[in-house]
C-alpha cells in the first residue's frame, strides 16, 4: 500500500490485530488482493498483461468488494514465477475455501483494500486514475515495483 501518512498505516495495522490477523500476512493478503482484483478487472475487459497499468483504479476498488471470492481466483495460472506470490495467492485459496471466520477476514482485507484504493484514487490530480498511477506511487516512496504477474 502507498501510505503518505503513518496514520493510515497504524490505523490498518491496528485493525489487522482487532481481526486477528498478523500484520505481515494482512499486508501481503492486501497486496494479493489488490492483484487478483486487478486481474479480475482486466480479464473482465480483455485486458493483456501490458494494459494492467491502464485499468481505472476505481474499477479495481469496485472488483475488491464487489467480486465474490472465487471470481477473483478465475483464470489464474497454477504456477507463478515468484514463488511469493504463489505461496499467497494459495493462503488466499485456503481462507476462500475454508468459509467461516476466514470468509469474513478476506471480506475484512477487500473493504481495507477498497477504503485505501479509494483514498489514493481521491488523492490525484487527475480526474480517473489508473493503476499505473499507483504502481509510480509506490516506486517513487521506495516500495517495491514489482506488482506481480498475476495477469499472465
Known amino acids: 500500500m502507498v501510505d503518505e501518512e503513518a496514520w493510515r498505516q497504524a490505523r490498518r495495522h491496528e ?40 485499468l481505472p483504479l476505481s474499477a479495481v476498488a469496485d472488483a475488491a468488494t464487489g467480486k465474490c471470492d472465487f471470481e477473483l481466483l478465475a483464470g489464474l495460472p497454477d504456477t507463478f514465477a515468484d514463488g511469493r506470490d504463489e505461496l499467497a495467492v494459495k493462503v488466499f485459496r485456503l481462507y476462500t475455501y475454508r468459509g467461516g471466520q476466514y470468509s469474513r477476514r478476506l471480506f475484512q482485507l477487500s473493504t481495507e483494500l477498497r477504503g485505501a484504493l479509494i483514498v489514493l484514487a481521491e488523492r490525484s490530480r487527475m480526474p480517473s486514475p489508473r493503476c499505473g498511477q499507483v504502481f509510480f506511487w509506490a516506486a517513487a516512496a521506495g516500495l517495491s515495483s514489482d506488482h506481480g504477474d498475476l495477469t499472465s
Open 15 to 54: 485493525h489487522l490485530g482487532t481481526w486477528g490477523i498478523n500484520i505481515a500476512e494482512g499486508e501481503r493478503l492486501i497486496e494479493v488482493f489488490a492483484a487478483l482484483a486487478a486481474h479480475a478487472v482486466a480479464v473482465d475487459t480483455s485486458a493483456s498483461a501490458a494494459e494492467l497499468d491502464l
